[in-house]
């Protein structure tokens, strides 16, 4: 069982930026694919951005060249930096962990609220 914890979240203005992160415990060493989801009220849970473990990353194309997702395997955390934030990225933001040889997200993170502000 892996167990995943995200921190980071809060109330930002149009073009700030936050970093999230999200604590993984447990079986660390069954994981391989680790994202960011998020869920806007009245919309369907959206991935964001992906990264494998050896550092293959993609994004969600409203992120792009916005967001950065990046992990330190050494301390199992996974961040994500979102700069130039606009009032359309509101939403719970979910850490997600996917197990080698698995094809979904296994764990899911509690959620962290971001809310930007116009």
């Known amino acids: 069982q892996v167990q995943l914890v995200e921190s980071g979240g809060g109330l930002v203005r149009a073009g700030g930026s936050l970093r999230l992160s999200c604590a993984a415990s447990?079986?660390?060493?069954?994981?391989?694919?680790m994202g960011w989801y998020r869920q806007a009220p009245g919309k369907q849970r959206e991935l964001v951005a992906a990264?494998?473990?050896?550092?293959?990353?993609n994004y969600a194309d409203s992120v792009k060249g916005r967001f950065t997702i990046s992990r330190d395997n050494a301390k199992n955390t996974l961040y994500l930096q979102m700069n130039s934030l606009k009032p359309e990225d509101t939403a719970v933001y979910y850490c997600?962990?996917?197990?080698?040889?698995?094809?979904?997200?296994?764990?899911w993170g509690q959620g962290t609220q971001v809310t930007v502000s116009s």
């Open positions: 990264i494998t473990r050896r550092g293959s990353t």
């Open positions: 997600a962990a996917m197990e080698i040889a698995s094809m979904n997200y296994d764990y």
């Open positions: 447990g079986t660390i060493f069954s994981i391989n694919a």
